[in-house]
Protein backbone atom coordinates (compact mmCIF):
# COMPACT_ATOMS: atom_id res chain seq x y z
CA UNK A 1 0.00 0.00 0.00
CA UNK A 2 3.12 2.14 0.05
CA UNK A 3 2.49 3.48 -3.41
CA UNK A 4 -1.19 3.06 -3.63
CA UNK A 5 -4.12 5.91 -3.29
CA UNK A 6 -7.19 5.56 -3.25
CA UNK A 7 -10.15 8.15 -4.29
CA UNK A 8 -13.55 8.91 -3.70
CA UNK A 9 -15.18 9.73 -6.83
CA UNK A 10 -17.88 12.32 -6.98
CA UNK A 11 -19.73 14.56 -9.25
CA UNK A 12 -17.97 17.74 -8.03
CA UNK A 13 -14.90 15.73 -7.94
CA UNK A 14 -12.49 13.96 -6.34
CA UNK A 15 -11.58 13.46 -2.60
CA UNK A 16 -8.83 10.82 -1.53
CA UNK A 17 -9.33 8.34 1.52
CA UNK A 18 -6.52 8.47 3.36
CA UNK A 19 -5.19 5.14 4.57
CA UNK A 20 -4.82 4.79 8.66
CA UNK A 21 -3.65 1.68 10.90
CA UNK A 22 -6.03 0.28 13.53
CA UNK A 23 -6.52 1.89 16.51
CA UNK A 24 -5.66 -1.03 18.08
CA UNK A 25 -4.54 -4.72 17.07
CA UNK A 26 -7.00 -6.59 18.33
CA UNK A 27 -9.03 -4.86 15.67
CA UNK A 28 -7.07 -6.12 12.82
CA UNK A 29 -7.31 -9.42 14.06
CA UNK A 30 -11.00 -9.54 14.73
CA UNK A 31 -11.46 -8.54 10.63
CA UNK A 32 -9.27 -11.27 9.45
CA UNK A 33 -10.67 -14.11 11.64
CA UNK A 34 -14.76 -12.74 10.49
CA UNK A 35 -13.14 -13.08 7.07
CA UNK A 36 -10.79 -15.46 7.19
CA UNK A 37 -11.06 -18.16 3.99
CA UNK A 38 -12.20 -15.04 2.00
CA UNK A 39 -9.51 -12.68 3.07
CA UNK A 40 -6.74 -15.45 3.18
CA UNK A 41 -7.91 -18.55 1.69
CA UNK A 42 -7.69 -20.07 5.30
CA UNK A 43 -10.71 -22.13 7.45
CA UNK A 44 -10.24 -20.59 10.88
CA UNK A 45 -10.25 -22.65 13.55
CA UNK A 46 -9.14 -20.70 16.79
CA UNK A 47 -8.65 -17.43 18.30
CA UNK A 48 -5.32 -17.13 21.19
CA UNK A 49 -4.96 -20.87 21.54
CA UNK A 50 -3.02 -21.39 24.26
CA UNK A 51 0.03 -23.38 23.99
CA UNK A 52 1.07 -25.03 27.38
CA UNK A 53 2.43 -23.73 30.32
CA UNK A 54 5.61 -24.93 28.81
CA UNK A 55 5.59 -22.48 25.61
CA UNK A 56 3.13 -19.97 27.83
CA UNK A 57 2.29 -18.53 24.74
CA UNK A 58 -1.02 -17.71 22.66
CA UNK A 59 -0.83 -18.34 19.10
CA UNK A 60 -3.20 -15.20 17.78
CA UNK A 61 -4.76 -17.47 15.21
CA UNK A 62 -5.16 -20.78 13.95
CA UNK A 63 -6.37 -22.34 10.42
CA UNK A 64 -6.49 -24.66 7.60
CA UNK A 65 -5.72 -23.64 4.17
CA UNK A 66 -7.08 -24.75 0.93
CA UNK A 67 -5.04 -27.66 0.28
CA UNK A 68 -4.64 -28.88 4.66
CA UNK A 69 -1.79 -26.86 5.38
CA UNK A 70 -1.52 -25.90 9.14
CA UNK A 71 -1.50 -22.17 9.70
CA UNK A 72 -0.81 -19.70 12.52
CA UNK A 73 -1.43 -16.02 11.83
CA UNK A 74 0.17 -13.38 13.83
CA UNK A 75 -0.97 -9.78 13.65
CA UNK A 76 0.73 -6.59 14.76
CA UNK A 77 -0.78 -3.18 14.63
CA UNK A 78 2.53 -1.26 13.03
CA UNK A 79 5.96 -2.64 13.15
CA UNK A 80 7.51 -4.74 15.89
CA UNK A 81 10.58 -6.75 14.10
CA UNK A 82 9.85 -9.89 16.61
CA UNK A 83 6.44 -11.06 14.80
CA UNK A 84 8.33 -12.89 12.45
CA UNK A 85 10.25 -15.05 15.42
CA UNK A 86 7.21 -15.12 17.29
CA UNK A 87 5.22 -17.16 14.44
CA UNK A 88 8.23 -19.29 13.95
CA UNK A 89 8.15 -19.81 17.81
CA UNK A 90 4.97 -20.98 17.45
CA UNK A 91 5.41 -23.01 14.56
CA UNK A 92 7.90 -25.14 16.38
CA UNK A 93 5.37 -26.18 18.87
CA UNK A 94 3.00 -26.61 16.24
CA UNK A 95 5.19 -29.38 14.90
CA UNK A 96 5.57 -30.92 18.28
CA UNK A 97 1.78 -31.39 18.76
CA UNK A 98 0.41 -32.47 15.52
CA UNK A 99 -1.76 -34.78 17.53
CA UNK A 100 -3.46 -32.03 19.41
CA UNK A 101 -4.01 -29.74 16.23
CA UNK A 102 -5.77 -33.02 13.84
CA UNK A 103 -7.84 -32.96 17.42
CA UNK A 104 -8.64 -29.63 17.03
CA UNK A 105 -9.35 -29.73 12.89
CA UNK A 106 -11.43 -32.92 13.91
CA UNK A 107 -13.78 -31.05 16.05
CA UNK A 108 -13.95 -27.83 14.09
CA UNK A 109 -14.11 -29.01 10.40
CA UNK A 110 -14.63 -33.13 10.59
CA UNK A 111 -12.88 -36.33 10.39
CA UNK A 112 -11.95 -36.06 6.48
CA UNK A 113 -10.16 -32.43 7.13
CA UNK A 114 -8.17 -34.01 10.08
CA UNK A 115 -7.32 -36.69 7.92
CA UNK A 116 -5.84 -34.81 5.13
CA UNK A 117 -3.68 -32.16 7.01
CA UNK A 118 -0.44 -31.48 4.88
CA UNK A 119 2.10 -31.56 7.65
CA UNK A 120 4.96 -31.08 4.83
CA UNK A 121 4.06 -27.42 4.27
CA UNK A 122 2.76 -25.48 7.74
CA UNK A 123 2.82 -22.03 6.99
CA UNK A 124 2.93 -18.94 9.28
CA UNK A 125 1.13 -15.74 7.79
CA UNK A 126 2.64 -12.11 9.77
CA UNK A 127 0.00 -9.33 9.01
CA UNK A 128 1.13 -5.96 10.14
CA UNK A 129 0.86 -1.97 9.74
CA UNK A 130 4.66 -2.40 8.17
CA UNK A 131 7.65 -4.69 7.67
CA UNK A 132 11.57 -3.90 7.84
CA UNK A 133 13.66 -4.51 4.61
CA UNK A 134 15.85 -6.84 7.36
CA UNK A 135 12.73 -8.64 7.59
CA UNK A 136 11.56 -8.97 3.78
CA UNK A 137 15.36 -10.28 3.35
CA UNK A 138 14.92 -12.60 6.48
CA UNK A 139 11.94 -14.22 4.79
CA UNK A 140 13.67 -14.91 1.50
CA UNK A 141 16.73 -16.28 2.89
CA UNK A 142 14.68 -18.78 5.47
CA UNK A 143 13.53 -22.34 4.78
CA UNK A 144 9.91 -22.08 6.33
CA UNK A 145 7.45 -21.06 4.90
CA UNK A 146 6.28 -17.24 5.28
CA UNK A 147 4.11 -14.34 4.03
CA UNK A 148 4.32 -10.81 5.19
CA UNK A 149 1.16 -9.08 4.61
CA UNK A 150 0.84 -5.21 5.26
CA UNK A 151 -2.21 -4.03 5.88
CA UNK A 152 -4.01 -0.50 5.64
CA UNK A 153 -7.53 0.60 6.25
CA UNK A 154 -9.75 3.12 4.21
CA UNK A 155 -12.05 5.14 5.57
CA UNK A 156 -14.77 2.97 7.50
CA UNK A 157 -15.50 0.33 5.35
CA UNK A 158 -12.64 -0.75 3.55
CA UNK A 159 -9.52 -3.27 4.19
CA UNK A 160 -6.22 -3.21 1.62
CA UNK A 161 -3.95 -6.39 2.28
CA UNK A 162 -0.75 -6.18 0.04
CA UNK A 163 2.08 -9.30 -0.30
CA UNK A 164 5.50 -7.87 0.91
CA UNK A 165 7.62 -11.20 0.79
CA UNK A 166 6.68 -15.04 0.66
CA UNK A 167 8.87 -17.85 0.82
CA UNK A 168 7.72 -21.89 0.44
CA UNK A 169 10.06 -22.68 2.88
CA UNK A 170 10.14 -26.64 2.92
CA UNK A 171 8.48 -26.92 -0.48
CA UNK A 172 10.56 -24.79 -2.52
CA UNK A 173 12.79 -26.42 -4.68
CA UNK A 174 14.89 -25.49 -7.78
CA UNK A 175 13.04 -25.11 -11.10
CA UNK A 176 15.45 -27.78 -12.86
CA UNK A 177 13.69 -30.22 -10.01
CA UNK A 178 10.39 -28.97 -10.42
CA UNK A 179 10.48 -29.79 -13.73
CA UNK A 180 11.65 -33.24 -13.73
CA UNK A 181 9.25 -34.10 -10.99
CA UNK A 182 6.58 -32.69 -13.48
CA UNK A 183 8.23 -35.20 -16.21
CA UNK A 184 8.60 -38.06 -13.94
CA UNK A 185 4.86 -37.76 -13.08
CA UNK A 186 3.44 -37.11 -16.41
CA UNK A 187 5.86 -40.45 -18.66
CA UNK A 188 4.85 -42.74 -15.79
CA UNK A 189 0.80 -42.17 -16.98
CA UNK A 190 1.42 -40.80 -20.34
CA UNK A 191 3.82 -40.00 -22.92
CA UNK A 192 6.27 -37.24 -24.25
CA UNK A 193 3.38 -34.90 -25.21
CA UNK A 194 1.75 -34.84 -22.12
CA UNK A 195 5.74 -34.32 -20.25
CA UNK A 196 5.90 -31.50 -22.56
CA UNK A 197 2.48 -30.04 -21.83
CA UNK A 198 2.85 -30.22 -18.02
CA UNK A 199 5.97 -28.46 -18.20
CA UNK A 200 4.53 -25.77 -20.16
CA UNK A 201 1.73 -25.00 -17.66
CA UNK A 202 4.30 -25.70 -14.82
CA UNK A 203 6.78 -22.80 -16.16
CA UNK A 204 3.55 -20.37 -17.39
CA UNK A 205 2.20 -20.80 -14.02
CA UNK A 206 5.60 -20.40 -11.98
CA UNK A 207 6.83 -17.50 -13.94
CA UNK A 208 3.69 -15.28 -13.16
CA UNK A 209 5.77 -13.74 -10.59
CA UNK A 210 7.37 -13.65 -7.51
CA UNK A 211 6.42 -15.81 -4.22
CA UNK A 212 4.79 -18.39 -6.32
CA UNK A 213 4.94 -21.42 -4.40
CA UNK A 214 3.88 -24.83 -5.37
CA UNK A 215 1.93 -27.84 -2.93
CA UNK A 216 1.70 -31.27 -3.74
CA UNK A 217 -0.52 -33.34 -2.95
CA UNK A 218 -1.25 -36.79 -4.40
CA UNK A 219 -4.83 -35.93 -6.24
CA UNK A 220 -3.47 -32.22 -7.72
CA UNK A 221 -0.84 -29.88 -7.58
CA UNK A 222 -1.70 -26.34 -6.15
CA UNK A 223 0.27 -23.17 -7.56
CA UNK A 224 -0.84 -20.21 -4.94
CA UNK A 225 0.87 -16.68 -3.58
CA UNK A 226 -1.06 -16.28 -0.15
CA UNK A 227 -4.20 -18.20 -1.31
CA UNK A 228 -4.12 -20.86 -4.26
CA UNK A 229 -5.16 -19.49 -7.90
CA UNK A 230 -4.06 -22.60 -10.18
CA UNK A 231 -4.62 -26.38 -9.51
CA UNK A 232 -3.66 -28.79 -11.69
CA UNK A 233 -4.38 -32.21 -11.81
CA UNK A 234 -2.16 -35.17 -13.00
CA UNK A 235 -2.54 -35.65 -17.10
CA UNK A 236 -5.58 -37.40 -18.06
CA UNK A 237 -4.72 -39.76 -21.85
CA UNK A 238 -4.93 -36.89 -24.03
CA UNK A 239 -5.70 -33.40 -21.48
CA UNK A 240 -4.44 -31.70 -18.67
CA UNK A 241 -7.06 -29.89 -16.45
CA UNK A 242 -6.44 -27.07 -14.85
CA UNK A 243 -8.81 -24.84 -12.42
CA UNK A 244 -8.11 -21.56 -11.69
CA UNK A 245 -9.95 -18.72 -9.52
CA UNK A 246 -11.73 -17.13 -12.10
CA UNK A 247 -15.74 -15.83 -12.25
CA UNK A 248 -16.90 -17.97 -15.29
CA UNK A 249 -19.60 -15.69 -15.76
CA UNK A 250 -17.12 -13.44 -16.61
CA UNK A 251 -15.25 -15.48 -19.08
CA UNK A 252 -16.40 -16.57 -22.91
CA UNK A 253 -16.89 -20.37 -22.20
CA UNK A 254 -15.59 -22.53 -24.89
CA UNK A 255 -16.63 -25.71 -24.99
CA UNK A 256 -13.34 -28.47 -25.20
CA UNK A 257 -11.67 -25.43 -23.67
CA UNK A 258 -13.21 -23.86 -20.36
CA UNK A 259 -16.18 -25.08 -18.32
CA UNK A 260 -18.19 -23.70 -15.46
CA UNK A 261 -17.45 -26.39 -12.81
CA UNK A 262 -18.94 -23.88 -9.96
CA UNK A 263 -21.27 -26.52 -7.52
CA UNK A 264 -19.81 -29.31 -9.00
CA UNK A 265 -17.14 -31.60 -7.49
CA UNK A 266 -13.26 -31.66 -8.46
CA UNK A 267 -9.96 -31.80 -7.12
CA UNK A 268 -8.20 -28.69 -6.15
CA UNK A 269 -10.05 -25.35 -6.25
CA UNK A 270 -11.21 -22.66 -8.65
CA UNK A 271 -14.45 -22.28 -10.14
CA UNK A 272 -13.39 -22.39 -13.82
CA UNK A 273 -11.63 -25.46 -15.54
CA UNK A 274 -9.69 -25.48 -18.54
CA UNK A 275 -8.61 -28.21 -20.43
CA UNK A 276 -5.24 -28.13 -22.33
CA UNK A 277 -4.53 -30.51 -25.26
CA UNK A 278 -2.02 -28.64 -27.00
CA UNK A 279 0.90 -26.27 -25.94
CA UNK A 280 -0.60 -24.18 -28.07
CA UNK A 281 -3.98 -24.11 -25.67
CA UNK A 282 -1.41 -23.07 -22.72
CA UNK A 283 -0.62 -20.30 -24.98
CA UNK A 284 -4.28 -19.34 -25.42
CA UNK A 285 -5.06 -20.26 -21.46
CA UNK A 286 -2.45 -17.45 -20.66
CA UNK A 287 -4.96 -14.29 -19.94
CA UNK A 288 -6.66 -16.50 -17.77
CA UNK A 289 -3.82 -17.80 -15.51
CA UNK A 290 -2.51 -14.03 -15.39
CA UNK A 291 -6.39 -13.03 -14.17
CA UNK A 292 -6.78 -15.99 -11.45
CA UNK A 293 -2.88 -14.95 -9.98
CA UNK A 294 -3.55 -11.27 -10.16
CA UNK A 295 -7.21 -12.16 -8.00
CA UNK A 296 -5.06 -14.35 -5.43
Known amino acids: MSGLKLFH ?3 GGVAEVVPRLADVEADVQGLVEAHMETLLGVRFLASEYGTGPVHRGRIDSLGLDENGSPVIVEYKRGVDSGVINQGLFYLSWLMDHRAEFEYLVRDRLGATAASQVLWSGPRVICIAGDFTRYDV ?10 DLVRYRLFGSDLLGLEILASASGGMQVARRAR ?20 NAVDEALLGLGDGVNRVERKQYWAYQRLRNFACV ?4 RSK ?12 HLVPGFT ?5 LGHHGSGDLEVQLRTPRDVERAQHLFCASYAAA
Open 9 to 11: TMK
Open 137 to 146: HAVREHRRSI
Open 179 to 198: RQAVARASSEAQGASMVELA
Open 233 to 236: CPPQ
Open 240 to 251: LLVYLKVDPTHV
Open 259 to 263: RDVSG
